[in-house]
């Protein structure tokens, strides 16, 4: 079974560009999560999907990110436009609504903000 | 107030030592508890999950105390295989997982 699979693996762009990360969870997971990595920092959430539906985007920076999980599979995560603070490692992640079962993660997306 | 609290170390010790990790969360709800482990660049992997009467994987222990919310790994034999970074992990209860900062672990020959 395919895991989360995420693209691209690394993305340099200059400040004020955007950018735009994809997301495929693992087939019949209904949540979804985005993730935020800084070095030496552990994951922190931007947005939880259930479905289609953005259940908790507390956390998102709405002034320039945004997100969509139109059919709820999979999902694009969008900055624009992309500030030097915005460097970091960009998590997807997916799980069974079932249960408290654990979240599964993609490999990430690199970003560097020049 | 952080939900998930963790020592970031680094901790450094030698192969063969048994050492400990400990994590506190703070909503008293939460409902789920995970370790992670996570090596240099690579995504998080799950280690094990925490169970309320704790639980034990080869040389990985995991213990839960919902009155005090505290949770602990514990590594015995430590293996230079070990070194990575440990992260806790909590579900909340409403499907939000909450990460700490981790604990980065190196064993030395």
């Known amino acids: 079974e395919a895991g989360v699979v995420q693209s691209p693996r690394y993305k340099i762009i200059e400040k004020k560009q955007p950018v735009a990360f994809w997301c495929n969870p693992i087939s019949g997971h209904n949540t979804l999560y985005w993730y935020r990595q800084n070095l030496g920092q552990g994951p922190e959430l931007l947005i939880r999907y259930e479905n289609e539906e953005a259940v908790d985007d507390s956390q998102l920076p709405k002034d320039r990110f945004s997100a969509e999980r139109l059919k709820g599979v999979d999902s694009t995560l969008k900055i624009q436009p992309a500030e030097l603070g915005d460097s970091a490692v960009y998590l997807c992640a997916s799980s069974s609504v079932e249960g408290h079962t654990e979240a599964f993660f993609g490999q990430g997306t690199r970003l560097t903000v020049v | 107030r952080k939900e998930v609290e963790q020592d970031p170390g680094p901790f450094n010790v030698p192969e063969g030592a048994t050492v400990a990790f400990n994590c506190t969360y703070s909503?008293?709800?939460?409902?789920?508890f995970f370790w992670y482990r996570q090596d240099c660049r690579k995504e998080p992997k799950l280690l094990m999950s925490?169970?309320?009467s704790g639980n034990e994987d080869g040389r990985f222990t995991a213990q839960l105390n919902r009155a005090s919310q505290y949770i602990s790994l514990l590594i015995r034999d430590s293996k230079l295989s070990d070194s990575a970074t440990y992260l806790c992990v909590v579900n909340d209860g409403a499907n939000n997982l909450f990460f700490g900062t981790g604990t980065r672990l190196t064993v030395i020959p």
């Open positions: 909503n008293s709800a939460s409902q789920s």
């Open positions: 925490v169970y309320s």
